[in-house]
């Protein structure tokens, strides 16, 4: 049985692994895809094409929630604090315009409400916020290989030392949003 009263929210926070990780561990969240979306390029686009910085693409991932247990402005909230909106194409060591801090919107409503958010947060921290706020285009599916990544290589050095602080960042700030 499918649940209609399902909802899609697409963010971008930097690399994908670390983003899919954090709402993995959210309840209320029913899948988590790693994919591009944000830029042009004939055909479909690969990670390496991607990673060039040539086709303009983010890094970002398509959480499909359900909004009687998880709000989409909660979803924004967590994403905007588990990743550093302040800092312009860069998280940590990756650098480029693939990682750069991004809401996709699907439709007017959640436009409006990227934007409260967004104003809402600009409290939270002492730089400006720098993340992008555009309408959704094509999202492409990344490579099978980094679906999951966290859960598939928790032990790779990547997902210590980067990944793992971003958890221990959402088990503090939102612990009462996330699955037991």
């Given at each position: 049985?499918?649940?209609?009263?399902?909802?899609?929210?697409?963010?971008?926070?930097?690399?994908?692994?670390?983003?899919?990780?954090?709402?993995?561990?959210?309840?209320?969240?029913?899948?988590?895809?790693?994919?591009?979306?944000?830029?042009?390029?004939?055909?479909?686009?690969?990670?390496?094409?991607?990673?060039?910085?040539?086709?303009?693409?983010?890094?970002?991932?398509?959480?499909?929630?359900?909004?009687?247990?998880?709000?989409?402005?909660?979803?924004?909230?967590?994403?905007?604090?588990?990743?550093?909106?302040?800092?312009?194409?860069r998280q940590g060591a990756d650098t480029?315009?693939?990682?750069?801090?991004?809401?996709?919107?699907?439709?007017?409503?959640?436009?409006?409400?990227?934007?409260?958010?967004?104003?809402?947060?600009?409290?939270?921290?002492e730089k400006s916020i720098v993340t992008?706020?555009?309408?959704?285009?094509?999202?492409?599916?990344?490579?099978?290989?980094?679906?999951?990544?966290?859960?598939?290589?928790?032990?790779?050095?990547?997902?210590?030392?980067?990944?793992?602080?971003?958890?221990?960042?959402?088990?503090?700030?939102?612990?009462?949003?996330?699955?037991?």
């Amino acid at each position: 049985m499918v649940n209609s009263n399902l909802e899609i929210a697409t963010v971008g926070g930097g690399c994908f692994w670390c983003t899919e990780a954090v709402f993995q561990e959210v309840k209320g969240i029913h899948k988590v895809i790693s994919g591009y979306t944000g830029g042009k390029a004939p055909g479909r686009p690969t990670y390496r094409e991607i990673c060039s910085g040539l086709t303009g693409h983010a890094e970002v991932v398509q959480v499909t929630f359900d909004p009687s247990i998880i709000s989409y402005e909660d979803i924004l909230i967590i994403f905007m604090t588990t990743h550093d909106p302040t800092s312009l194409n860069r998280q940590g060591a990756d650098t480029g315009t693939q990682y750069r801090s991004v809401i996709y919107f699907h439709n007017d409503k959640q436009e409006q409400k990227a934007k409260v958010v967004l104003n809402e947060m600009q409290a939270v921290y002492e730089k400006s916020i720098v993340t992008e706020l555009s309408p959704l285009g094509i999202f492409y599916d990344a490579e099978e290989y980094h679906q999951d990544y966290y859960k598939n290589n928790s032990e790779q050095g990547y997902c210590q030392v980067v990944i793992n602080p971003k958890l221990a960042k959402l088990r503090q700030l939102h612990s009462d949003k996330l699955l037991s």
